[in-house]
């Protein structure tokens, strides 16, 4: 079956600039999550649904990031007034249940220059 | 607060040669951990998943292993070849998130 997909796969903005990422899970699985990896370091945690409601959204940086599930499939990723320190490539992960194996998209690389 | 550290940062080998790479972890309360191939550019494929109640899981040349009570893993590959060229990162899953190391760049030598 499919697996966890992501558009756009690169993005390149500007300072300043509003940008959203999409995530489409596998279908049926219930958790999704969002990570971040830096260039050189392992990904970082930023976000964890469980259907359509934020379970733990604590590794968000700050106010600019946001994120949402609305009908419990696919979740956007939301980052206002972008910095050159969002940089990253960002990482959508789908599991079953929160116990399980979570399976990866192939990432949007975002730049801000 | 959990911790993973990921030992060498990069190792280079000649092809056909057996290889460890080291994961450690601060914290032994996990359900499981998870070995990662990324290519460069590319997205995370996963080797071996070991559950919190096992020692070892075993795929074709790659044979992972875990000690909860030391906090440790080895991801062990036998027979290397160039195509194993990769960066191999370990995640543990404390409650639901996967904790990251930050990797261990591999380059086979042909």
């Known amino acids: 079956g499919a697996g966890v997909s992501q558009t756009p796969s690169n993005k390149v903005t500007e300072k300043g600039k509003y940008v959203e990422l999409r995530c489409d899970p596998i279908?049926?699985?219930?958790?999704l999550y969002w990570y971040r990896q830096s260039l050189g370091q392992g990904p970082e945690f930023l976000i964890y649904f469980q259907g359509t409601g934020a379970a733990d959204d604590s590794g968000l940086p700050n106010d600019r990031f946001f994120a949402v599930r609305p009908e419990g499939s696919v979740s956007t990723l939301k980052i206002q007034r972008t910095e050159r320190g969002d940089s990253a490539v960002y990482l959508c992960?789908?599991?079953?249940?929160?116990?399980?194996?979570?399976?990866f998209g192939p990432g949007t690389r975002l730049t801000v220059t | 607060k959990q911790e993973v550290t990921q030992i060498p940062a990069a190792l280079s080998v000649p092809e056909g040669e057996n290889l460890v790479l080291n994961c450690s972890f601060t914290?032994?309360?996990?359900?499981?951990l998870q070995w990662f191939r990324q290519d460069p550019g590319k997205g995370l494929t996963s080797l071996l998943l070991i559950q919190s109640s096992q020692r070892e899981q075993t795929s074709g040349r790659l044979n992972a292993s875990l000690d909860k009570s030391s906090g440790r893993s080895t991801l062990y590959i036998a027979a290397s070849q160039p195509g194993d060229s990769a960066t191999y990162l370990c995640a543990v899953k404390s409650n639901y998130q996967l904790i990251w190391g930050a990797g261990t760049k591999l380059i086979i030598k042909p």
């Open positions: 914290d032994s309360a996990i359900y499981n």
């Open positions: 279908s049926g699985h219930t958790a």
């Open positions: 992960a789908s599991s079953l249940g929160r116990e399980n194996e979570q399976y």
